[in-house]
């Protein structure tokens, strides 16, 4: 018997987080002896705060080592109750509330628990890859919606209402986006809550894990605070990690219709009993901090930003929109397509690109074909400024190196 017989058809037809691939070969390249800069992966280089960290180390001390409720201890769903109403107006009770191991363990049993074979997720792209492949591991159909630059990657509601049909079951909004750092106004966000008032058959699931990560004072508003007309039908996701330099602590929290929580509780009890004990006393000890980490990382963050777009636009054959949120710039290549590199090889693509970044400029990003749009890439600041610089400095070198092909 080959092993493929043995594996179920699901996981084979599954593809792998296409970001930990780059990340990956980077390491593999790095043990190799290679100074690679890797600005593939979707993590902030800061530690988790210190009274965060001795929050989880009180809750050792003091016994918090056994089994919690499935769906979160009471008193960090309190926290997650009191933060929704106060930072977005969004009021539910503690039973329409769930903590998880991370928003992406929530994502997934949300989709466990409602998709059928041939139940359709209108996913918007360029998107996180998890998204699609996460549909198809519980039977549904992707599908993905191109948002072009020139719309600002943002879904519009023309374009929702002509992809709506009698299968689709979910839009999925991620806001501020990965990983464009596009960022939905509120009237953005109604227009497409008045396109879904007419279709009460779909459900709005707000992946809403950037939310504190946003630039120039941007504002946010809450899906189901901007509709609050679809918040039968919403549930709104967000977590610790991005925020609060949180990744390997894993906890995500949601907040939805009752019912569905309760079959999100059904899913996690009978597969990881809860979240960790230590990391929901440290997002409890999270939920309870004053913003100040949030403040100094944003404005840390900006500078990153700034530096990094400033110097996309000083090399030729890239350009880029400037995010306003998240950690990533989508930074345009299409330019360079078609363009030779020194050892004479062309580069057709955006897979191309990103090879050769990495393989002549000793830099990792992700190709924009990993979030449903070639031509692109992905560049993450989550690393340091220094490091960001000498990255821009290498990214600069390769692409001057390369001349123009026959076909330009
Ligand atoms: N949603 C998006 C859009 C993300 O980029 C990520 C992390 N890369 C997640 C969810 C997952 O977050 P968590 O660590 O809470 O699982």
């Not at 594996?7 to 290679?34: C, E, F, I």
């Not at 979707?42 to 409720?69: K, S, V």
């Amino acid at each position: 018997m080959t092993i493929n017989s043995f594996l179920a058809r699901r996981v084979l037809t599954a593809n792998p987080s296409a970001t930990k691939a780059v990340t990956l070969k980077a390491k593999q390249l790095r043990d190799q002896g290679r100074d690679i800069i890797t600005l593939s992966q979707g993590e902030l280089d800061f530690d988790t705060p210190q009274p965060i960290r001795e929050a989880a180390r009180t809750a050792m001390d003091q016994g918090q080592t056994r089994y919690t409720e499935v769906a979160g201890s009471a008193e960090l769903r309190q926290a997650v109750q009191h933060k929704f109403q106060s930072e977005n107006g969004l009021n539910y009770s503690l039973d329409q509330i769930q903590v998880a191991s991370g928003a992406k363990q929530i994502l997934f049993n949300a989709f466990q628990a409602t998709l059928n074979e041939g139940d359709e997720v209108l996913i918007p792209t360029p998107s996180w890859p998890s998204y699609p492949e996460m549909v198809r591991l519980a039977s549904g159909e992707p599908r993905l919606l191109r948002c072009g630059e020139n719309a600002g990657f943002k879904l519009t509601p023309e374009q929702l209402r002509a992809a709506i049909n009698d299968n689709t079951k979910w839009l999925l909004l991620n806001n501020p986006a990965n990983p464009s750092g596009a960022l939905y106004t509120q009237s953005e966000l109604r227009a497409l809550g008045e396109v879904l008032q007419d279709y009460p058959q779909v459900w709005v699931i707000a992946d809403e894990i950037y939310e504190h990560l946003r630039y120039d004072d941007q504002p946010f508003t809450s899906f189901a605070a901007a509709v609050p007309e679809l918040s039968e039908r919403t549930l709104t996701i967000n977590g610790l990690s991005k925020a609060w330099a949180m990744t390997g602590w894993r906890v995500g929290y949601c907040a939805g219709p009752e019912p569905l929580i309760k079959a999100l509780n059904l899913l996690q009890s009978q597969s990881t009993s809860h979240a960790s004990s230590i990391s929901q006393a440290a997002a409890l000890s999270a939920l309870k901090q004053p913003h100040t980490f949030i403040t100094e990382c944003v404005t840390e963050l900006t500078r990153r930003r700034d530096l990094v777009v400033a110097s996309i636009q000083q090399i030729p054959g890239l350009s880029c929109r400037v995010p306003q949120g998240a950690f990533y710039v989508f930074v345009n290549c299409q330019s360079l397509l078609g363009q030779v590199t020194a050892a004479g090889q062309t580069l057709d693509t955006d897979q191309d690109v990103a090879l050769y970044l990495l393989e002549e400029a000793d830099v990792a990003v992700v190709p924009g074909s990993a979030f449903d749009l070639p031509g692109y890439f992905r560049l993450s600041y989550g690393n340091a400024l220094p490091q960001l610089e000498e990255a821009m400095r290498r990214i600069s070198v390769a692409c001057n190196n390369l001349v123009a092909g026959d076909n330009v």
